[in-house]
């Protein structure tokens, strides 16, 4: 039988101020107002936050949200992981340090919670999902807080000032919305009820066609290859789907729902025509969600925001089973399978009634599987100083990556999860994660066709100086759980001086990699303990200011 987790509670926070898409097109100048958005995208409306909400008010929402709907209190939860792109926290303010988990932690007092951040781009949350889902099922966490806060509508705003017709390629900024999600996972007390199935991976060949940036301007954009991301992953997505489908099979639920990520009608109209093809033999195809309507593209936030909106209309009911088909930037494609508790049931029916004190249980002592393999490392690589410039994080990261693969006896193609521990990066790029575009540029399995079927997953862990420690901790314990064989962890500095005003802070540009594999014996990651002291939270910050027309730490 396969333990599977269990959604306990889920918290949703969606922004008052609603823009249509007309006023945003009355926004853009020349030619763009004339656009049919409305028509192309089906988004009529979006949430967007108000003047003094940022993303991590959106996040602190959703988490109070989710607090109010659950049995549990901070306390209880000892693993917290905030998955948002959008890391803008004030006017025109990029936060790097601290991280948005350890700026929660301390918020709300998740005291014994381990705390980081992972970011995937728009398969953040179920990147943060994949690993609580992960470490739950092993032992290592009894409860986990998975949060993302995404406030997005900045790109919009910038967009709309430069945007000259429907071939931009930063079109894509004028179908976001803002939104914040926090739900809490435990383990399932019924194998018939949770996650059956969280599978990602990791075609890195296109992580180029999204990505997210400071520009010299001050300004934040995304520039998007939409139809090249489109037509690179139709197929292979409903593809994926329908081998996942049919490996988790299981009682029939009342009902089946497919939640795609949510960008435009046209490619929701496109799944509805094809799903029939993909089925699983003795099947029916699932009934669709669409979204978008009233949201947008939400990023992180999509699906749950998805989730929450059929809920509370009806349209998802307890037992109904729903398949998440999961895209990101980068480009990551993957499948969730979960089916539905009562907390249907229990989300309509707290939203019907004032929330009541309720007394909160200490946690659970924690019932490890027994133990596999541990982690040990094989090999190291390490550029040697100085750097001669001018040097950026992917050059960087890729330089340290080829040393460690050269002296490994693994060929790249047996690397199955790729992580990226650096905190400056170069434009503070935050779309894609690094760690999909250093895949694609060591050509790491990063098509959807590999050859023997070979996968890679890549995410980024963002935790300050403590962020390679944590990818090294994932790496292990994934390892440890046999759910990969090897991993290469990747970190690396990069100066960012032509954005900023003045010489106020100087980096050490350097990279570092290694490569993870299983021990035969006991050589290897053993324990690992994390403490977090946020009370001090205040004397080390960084942020950046985009001002006038440059930025300045």
């Known amino acids: 039988t396969v333990s599977t987790t269990v959604i306990e509670s889920l918290g949703v926070y969606l922004p008052p101020k609603k823009v249509t898409t007309r006023e945003v097109l009355r926004g853009c100048h020349g030619i763009a107002r004339m656009l049919p958005l409305e028509s192309?995208?089906?988004?009529?409306?979006?949430?967007?936050?108000?003047?003094?909400?940022?993303?991590?008010?959106?996040?602190?929402?959703?988490?109070?949200?989710?607090?109010?709907?659950?049995?549990?209190?901070?306390?209880?939860?000892?693993?917290?992981?905030?998955?948002?792109?959008?890391?803008?926290?004030?006017?025109?303010?990029?936060?790097?340090?601290?991280?948005?988990?350890?700026?929660?932690?301390?918020?709300?007092?998740?005291?014994?919670?381990?705390?980081?951040?992972?970011?995937?781009?728009?398969?953040?949350?179920?990147?943060?999902?994949?690993?609580?889902d992960a470490l739950i099922t092993l032992g290592v966490a009894e409860r986990a807080m998975v949060v993302s806060g995404e406030y997005i509508t900045h790109l919009m705003r910038a967009a709309q000032a430069v945007i000259d017709g429907f071939s931009d390629p930063r079109i894509a900024s004028l179908t976001l919305g803002d939104a914040g999600i926090a739900l809490i996972l435990e383990r399932s007390p019924r194998d018939e009820?949770?996650?059956?199935?969280?599978?990602?991976?990791?075609?890195?060949?296109?992580?180029?066609?999204?990505?997210?940036?400071?520009?010299?301007?001050?300004?934040?954009?995304m520039h998007t290859d939409y139809r090249e991301m489109a037509s690179a992953v139709f197929i292979p997505t409903l593809r994926h789907w329908q081998q996942v489908s049919s490996r988790t099979g299981g009682p029939p639920a009342n009902r089946a729902h497919f939640i795609p990520h949510q960008t435009s009608r046209k490619t929701l109209?496109?799944?509805?025509?094809?799903?029939?093809?993909?089925?699983?033999?003795?099947?029916?195809?699932?009934?669709?969600?669409?979204?978008?309507?009233?949201?947008?593209?939400?990023?992180?936030?999509?699906?749950?925001?998805?989730?929450?909106?059929?809920?509370?209309?009806?349209?998802?009911?307890?037992?109904?089973?729903?398949?998440?088909a999961i895209n990101g930037s980068g480009l990551t494609v993957g499948t969730a399978v979960y089916t539905f508790d009562d907390l249907p049931d229990r989300l309509r029916s707290s939203a019907a009634t004032t929330p009541k004190a309720k007394p909160r249980p200490a946690p659970r002592a924690r019932k490890a599987s027994p133990p596999g393999p541990r982690a040990r490392i094989e090999s190291v690589g390490v550029l040697p100083l100085p750097i001669q410039p001018p040097s950026s994080s992917l050059e960087l990261s890729c330089g340290a990556a080829e040393r460690s693969l050269a002296?490994?006896?693994?060929?790249?193609?047996?690397?199955?999860?790729?992580?990226?521990?650096?905190?400056?990066?170069?434009?503070?790029?935050?779309?894609?994660?690094?760690?999909?575009?250093?895949?694609?540029?060591?050509?790491?399995?990063?098509?959807?066709?590999?050859?023997?079927?070979?996968?890679?997953?890549?995410?980024?862990?963002?935790?300050?100086?403590?962020?390679?420690?944590?990818?090294?901790?994932?790496?292990?314990?994934?390892?440890?759980?046999?759910?990969?064989?090897?991993?290469?962890?990747?970190?690396?500095?990069?100066?960012?001086?032509?954005?900023?005003?003045?010489?106020?802070?100087?980096?050490?540009?350097?990279?570092?990699?290694?490569?993870?594999?299983?021990?035969?014996?006991?050589?290897?990651?053993?324990?690992?303990?994390?403490?977090?002291?946020?009370?001090?939270?205040?004397?080390?910050?960084?942020?950046?200011n985009s001002k006038g027309d440059r930025a300045s730490l």
């Open 269 to 324: 109209l496109r799944a509805v025509r094809a799903l029939p093809e993909f089925v699983p033999e003795g099947s029916t195809a699932p009934h669709l969600i669409d979204n978008l309507a009233e949201r947008g593209n939400t990023a992180t936030t999509t699906h749950l925001v998805a989730v929450h909106d059929h809920v509370l209309n009806g349209g998802i009911r307890s037992g109904d089973r729903v398949t998440f």
């Open 40 to 132: 192309f995208t089906g988004i009529e409306s979006r949430r967007v936050a108000g003047d003094t909400e940022f993303a991590i008010d959106l996040a602190r929402q959703a988490v109070a949200d989710c607090l109010a709907h659950s049995k549990y209190g901070p306390e209880a939860i000892d693993l917290l992981l905030c998955a948002n792109i959008s890391r803008v926290d004030g006017p025109a303010r990029l936060t790097v340090e601290p991280s948005t988990s350890l700026l929660l932690k301390h918020h709300f007092g998740f005291r014994n919670a381990l705390a980081f951040d992972v970011l995937n781009a728009c398969a953040g949350t179920f990147t943060a999902l994949y690993l609580a």
């Open 407 to 544: 002296a490994s006896a693994h060929d790249r193609s047996a690397i199955e999860l790729l992580l990226y521990a650096g905190v400056y990066r170069t434009d503070f790029v935050f779309e894609p994660a690094i760690a999909a575009m250093i895949a694609g540029r060591l050509g790491i399995n990063d098509t959807f066709d590999s050859p023997d079927g070979k996968r890679t997953f890549a995410f980024d862990v963002f935790n300050s100086s403590v962020g390679l420690l944590n990818a090294c901790f994932l790496a292990a314990r994934l390892i440890e759980g046999q759910k990969i064989r090897t991993a290469l962890v990747v970190a690396s500095e990069a100066e960012n001086a032509s954005l900023l005003r003045g010489d106020r802070r100087r980096i050490t540009e350097t990279a570092s990699a290694m490569i993870l594999e299983p021990s035969p014996g006991r050589p290897g990651f053993g324990s690992f303990l994390f403490r977090s002291f946020t009370d001090y939270i205040d004397l080390l910050t960084c942020s950046i």
């Open 193 to 221: 009820v949770g996650f059956h199935a969280i599978d990602l991976f990791t075609a890195s060949r296109y992580s180029s066609c999204c990505i997210a940036k400071l520009t010299p301007s001050g300004s934040w954009t």
